[in-house]
């Protein structure tokens, strides 16, 4: 059997699933969403990353079997809320703090975003994976912080405007890079969200 065929994945995912330690994982992982942020997805390879971790392509297979499988492992240990664990006692001031939160990793965030391109709407299951590691943990965060200030009284459960706070916010993100060539930095979102996001729901 040649060296080539030991490492392809159909032969290694059948062998048994090496023992690495946390640490090592985590170096793998930040390698390939490095990579991704530089090269874009569909650049990324396993080979690519072995040999940046100096590990050979059979360990990755035997963890991963694929690199979208291997990817989306990487994406789900990312995940850290940038919302949760705010609660100034006002919904104006928590929706000021979630504005400098999000602005803290804009850049790393819409990078990323960004690099995975046509790829994440071809692929279920990186698309679940974005959604789970980058998406919907600040949803949820979001949505407490809006649900206490509906329960504190300042602001009507059918307000028009609050199903909208999660879009101004992550859309900012999104469209300043396009519209102006910057990142929406801490900065900036606070100044977004006193200008549009508070008086839109009738706060100060």
Request: charged share 25%; net charge negative; proline share 5%.
């Amino acid at each position: 059997m040649t060296s080539q065929a030991a490492d392809g994945p159909e032969t290694v995912a059948a062998s048994r699933r090496s023992k690495i330690t946390p640490e090592r994982e985590q170096e793998f992982f930040d390698a390939v969403l490095d990579q991704i942020r530089e090269c874009g997805y569909d650049a990324v390879t396993m080979e690519g990353i072995a040999a940046s971790t100096r590990c050979s392509k059979s360990t990755l297979y035997r963890q991963w079997k694929t690199k979208p499988q291997f990817v989306a492992a990487a994406l789900r240990a990312s995940r850290c809320p940038r919302f949760g664990g705010i609660d100034t006692g006002t919904l104006a001031g928590d929706l000021r703090a979630a504005g400098r939160a999000a602005g803290d990793l804009s850049g790393d965030t819409t990078i990323l975003l960004q690099a995975f391109g046509h790829a994440v709407t071809q692929d279920p299951e990186l698309q679940r994976a974005l959604r789970e590691a980058l998406v919907e943990p600040e949803l949820a965060a979001l949505r407490k912080i809006i649900e206490r200030g509906v329960e504190r009284g300042e602001v009507a459960a059918d307000h028009p405007a609050l199903p909208y706070v999660a879009a101004q916010i992550f859309g900012v993100l999104r469209a300043r890079p396009v519209l102006e060539g910057e990142f929406a930095d801490p900065d900036y979102l606070l100044r977004f969200v006193e200008a549009a996001v508070l008086p839109a729901l009738g706060l100060k």
